[in-house]
């Protein structure tokens, strides 16, 4: 079992709904980030998290430490929000301290 | 915006060159890695570094070596090039000061060995 989980794996949504990603974690953590990759394209930094709540624009992260658990909501989806979105934690371990998610590929159709 | 750069952006070598991605941040991070990831597929560490002089292998290390001389430079050199080596390289940094803090990604440099 992966020590950071993903859900969904895929989303397919129309143009203006509601997207909510899932990402949970089993380690502990000092911190939660938030990546999105476009197709083709470098990887982007959208929020970095150790508790509660951020908003951004469309995009809202959460995180609840007691639940290990973090999520990342879009409103008003758009085409151009089409991509991978990764999770990933700081963590202590092998990994350089990072641990990355395997990604959400999510798809807005117009 | 994230003032970290990777050279070369695209590059097409022959099987058994020695190869050198450059790495280089401006924001004097003490972290960086180099990740390589396949179209479409997750992301696996090569290597990381908390800081000048200290490396330290990922999962997929065997292959390459890496050097950190100075704090802004992290370059990973394949000394032998395969087919298998195609891949996008991404190079990351981010501060080891404090519980956690953002994490930045180069654009990545794509490499075809033939």
């Known amino acids: 079992k992966n020590e950071v989980e993903q859900s969904p794996q895929n989303l397919t949504a129309q143009e203006g709904e509601f997207i909510t990603i899932n990402c949970s974690y089993s380690?502990?953590?000092?911190?939660l980030h938030w990546l999105q990759q476009h197709p083709g394209g470098g990887i982007v930094s959208l929020f970095m998290?150790?508790?509660g709540k951020k908003k951004h624009g469309r995009l809202i992260a959460t995180i609840n430490i007691q639940e290990k658990h973090s999520s990342l909501h879009i409103t008003a989806s758009h085409p151009r929000d089409s991509a991978v979105y990764i999770c990933a934690v700081n963590a202590g371990g092998s990994q350089g301290n990072l641990i990355f998610g395997k990604g959400t590929k999510l798809s807005v159709k117009p | 915006e994230a003032d970290i750069y990777q050279t070369p952006r695209y590059l097409v070598i022959g099987t058994g060159k020695k190869i050198t991605l450059e790495c280089s941040q401006t924001?004097?991070?003490?972290?960086m890695y180099w990740y390589q990831q396949d179209p479409g597929m997750e992301l696996h560490l090569i290597h990381y570094?908390?800081?000048?002089?200290?490396?330290e292998k990922g999962d997929l290390s065997s292959e390459s070596t890496v050097s950190r001389i100075r704090t802004e430079h992290f370059p990973l050199t394949l000394e032998s090039a395969r087919p298998s080596h195609t891949s996008q390289y991404l190079c990351?940094?981010?501060?080891?000061?404090?519980?956690?803090?953002?994490?930045?990604f180069g654009e990545g440099s794509w490499l075809t060995v033939v």
């Open positions: 924001m004097g991070h003490d972290k």
């Open positions: 990351a940094s981010t501060s080891n000061r404090g519980t956690g803090n953002t994490i930045y």
């Open positions: 570094s908390y800081g000048v002089n200290s490396t």
């Open positions: 380690v502990g953590i000092s911190a």
């Open positions: 998290l150790s508790s």
